[in-house]
């Protein structure tokens, strides 16, 4: 059983193993909605992740990791190892992965009730486990919002058109959707992915994001888009980019008001300058994530500095 926490993030964490060119291995706290609990956790929210973590080193280090900022962990208690991934970092710090990952999250009561709920990656669709997080997400929605982000990770994904199907599942169970053009390209192949993003639309959230890296963000929304461009930074790695800019999304939301069952109707009529706001703050915390190294997400003061600074250069646009 968890104990109430404002948001609750469903999913794995991976130690990722970085790998560069002439240097040696580093371990790194990684796994897509770790990274979320914890960018939210350093925005100064109240945050419980329920993941698998093994007894070993790797283990400790992502709980001493999540610890430092606040998240509350919680587990099935099942896990005797702790999942990982070798990220190989190229020349111009874009990277790869290959895992050793094993999901198998037990069935988990969720009382009392969170707020809002965010899942996504490997744990929404790799099973047994992922059966476990949908349970979640579906008995939450009486009291909270949920976001989801397929983060697609191609080696783990299994049959392409089950994992579509998924993927879809998700989507329609979600308020808010969060997705970057390379998850939608390998989705569905030869779409495009503004025309994805619609057709989920259709299918149940309030709004569906779209990340474009070097190019910016959209959100699709049913009165039309919304854009807005990346931040000038020179970039170190993209490790984590895309959690900071999910964190940094919910972070913005939770300041509008907008989580929670009891604003679902307020979140579908939500306002062009509110959504344009929300893309500033997701843009700007991916910004600073990806000019440091590792997913290394900002806190409240850094984000805020963030704003300030690229608030001239990081407008949005209809």
């Known amino acids: 059983m968890l104990d109430h926490s ?8 991976v130690a990722d193993i970085v790998r560069q060119p002439d240097q040696e291995d580093k371990v790194h706290p990684g796994g897509s909605p770790a990274n979320v609990a914890y960018g939210l956790a350093r925005l100064g929210r109240r945050v419980t992740l329920l993941t698998q973590l093994g007894p070993d080193a790797n283990g400790r280090l992502i709980r001493d990791h999540l610890a ?14 702790t999942p990982s991934a070798v990220v190989t970092l190229d020349g111009s710090g874009q990277a790869s992965y290959a895992f050793d990952i094993a999901w ?4 988990v009561a969720v009382e009392p009730a969170p707020g809002h709920v965010h899942t996504g990656s490997i ?11 949908l349970d979640v997400v579906r008995a939450a929605r009486a009291t909270a919002t949920v976001s989801y982000d397929p983060n697609v990770r191609p080696a783990l994904m299994g049959d392409h058109a089950a994992a579509v199907a998924r993927v879809e599942e998700c989507v329609a169970l979600s308020d808010l959707v969060k997705a ?3 998850d939608l390209a390998w989705l569905y192949p030869g779409e495009e992915p503004e025309k994805v993003a ?5 299918g149940g959230p309030a709004a569906v994001l779209v990340t474009r890296g070097g190019d910016g963000a959209l ?25 900071a800019f999910m964190s940094g999304t919910l972070h913005a939301l939770a300041a509008h008001g907008l989580l929670g069952a009891g604003v679902r109707e307020r979140l579908r009529a939500v306002d062009r300058d509110t959504v344009a706001d929300v893309l500033r703050h997701a843009v700007a915390s991916a910004a600073v994530t990806v000019s440091r190294a590792g997913a290394n997400p900002p806190d409240a003061a850094e984000l805020r500095e963030a704003l300030t600074r690229d608030g001239a250069s990081g407008g949005a646009h209809p």
């Not at 430092?68 to 190892?81: E, F």
């Not at 619609?198 to 259709?202: H, T, Y």
């Not at 919304?226 to 970039?235: D, G, K, L, N, Y």
């Open 68 to 81: 430092s900022a606040g998240v509350t962990v919680r587990t099935d208690g099942s896990a005797t190892t």
């Open 104 to 107: 198998t999250l037990a069935p």
């Open 180 to 182: 970057s053009d390379e």
């Open 219 to 243: 959100a699709v929304l049913p009165g039309g888009r919304i854009t807005v461009e990346a931040a000038p930074v020179e970039v170190v790695d993209t490790v984590g980019a895309g959690d």
């Open 6 to 13: 404002e948001l609750l993030v469903v999913g794995e964490c």
């Open 198 to 202: 619609a057709r989920w639309l259709e």
């Open 123 to 133: 744990g929404a669709v790799v099973e047994p486990g992922s059966g476990a997080v």
